[in-house]
């Protein structure tokens, strides 16, 4: 077990807000490590249970991941590929959905027109915060490497969704306001 004081399934529920039947669930399921065992019936827990407690709600909440999906992203973090370009590769495929061809069909297919140059300022920010992103990996610990991109991958699209939305509705105060 990790540091920290041992704690019964109650105890961990209390400790990080997540009901006893999800904690289970996350059991189950594999999302979660199993607690020592002091009787059939009981276990004990402790900080690392935390943290990936954490990290499985992180991932399924605001990451928006399946089940499946975090599991493959808890195996990249646990066994991380060997190059850091192969770790990009497991959190783009965690939030995979539409790729660029398929998204600008849909927006033909719906008749929406994007405003003239739209895909150049789109592309050309999403260029620079990638850039950013990248010169940021850590280079000094394969653990840290592997969260940062792992994670960042996974949970920086919904934070970017989010400042976009806040963004558009502060334009259009201004604008509109």
């Not at 540091?3 to 039947?21: C, D, H, K, N, Y």
């Not at 495929?93 to 789109?122: C, I, M, T």
């Amino acid at each position: 077990m990790s540091s920290g004081a041992a704690m019964r399934i109650s105890e961990l529920s209390s400790q990080t807000g997540i009901p006893v039947a999800t904690i289970k669930f996350y059991l189950r399921e594999n999302l979660l490590h199993e607690g020592v065992r002091t009787a059939a019936t009981q276990a004990q827990y402790d900080d690392g249970h935390v943290a990936r407690l954490r990290l499985v709600r992180a991932l399924l909440g605001p990451g928006g991941l399946s089940v499946a999906a975090a599991h493959r992203v808890i195996r990249a973090i646990e066994e991380p590929p060997e190059s850091i370009h192969e770790l990009l590769g497991v959190g783009a495929s965690a939030v995979a959905g539409l790729n660029l061809d398929d998204a600008l069909r849909a927006l033909d297919e719906a008749g929406f027109e994007l405003p003239e140059g739209a895909l150049e300022v789109y592309t050309n920010h999403m260029r620079q915060i990638a850039q950013f992103e990248i010169d940021n990996v850590p280079t000094d610990s394969t653990t840290a490497a592997v969260r940062y991109v792992v994670l960042g991958t996974v949970l920086i699209e919904p934070l970017i969704l989010a400042l976009r939305r806040q963004a558009e509705e502060e334009a259009s105060a201004r604008r509109f306001g």
